[in-house]
């Protein structure tokens, strides 16, 4: 998986929320070894699509494709999930994933 990193223009006005994204989240959670970092993704990807975090969806969107799952996968996942979450946050998730495909012509 490619390092992640909070952004770190952040920590100038939240540090230790920076720190712990970086030295927890990133470089402990995404690292235990009972998931892959590709079913990660897909669980990351899921939740921030199912509860409507559009913000860090993009970025997730591209670390999954990064870490393995393809377009069609996600298209899948996304179209799963519309049916269990509901359909505005599946709707925003795909348009974002062929955002994301387009601009990697991965689609």
Do not use: C
């Not at 998986?1 to 223009?9: G, L, R, S, T, V």
């Not at 970086?22 to 990807?45: C, H, I, K, M, Y």
């Amino acid at each position: 998986m490619p390092k992640q990193a909070a952004p770190q223009e952040l920590a100038t006005i939240a540090p230790k929320l920076v720190e712990l994204t970086d030295e927890v989240l990133f470089a402990d959670v995404w690292e235990r070894p009972g998931l892959s970092p590709r079913d990660r993704s897909l669980v990351t990807v899921s939740v921030l699509a199912s509860l409507y975090r559009t913000e860090q969806l993009g970025h997730h969107l591209g670390v999954a494709l990064d870490n393995g799952l393809s377009v069609e996968e996600l298209s899948e996942a996304i179209t799963h999930l519309a049916f269990y979450a509901g359909w505005p946050g599946a709707m925003t998730a795909i348009s974002r994933l062929k955002k994301i495909a387009d601009e990697r012509n991965a689609v």
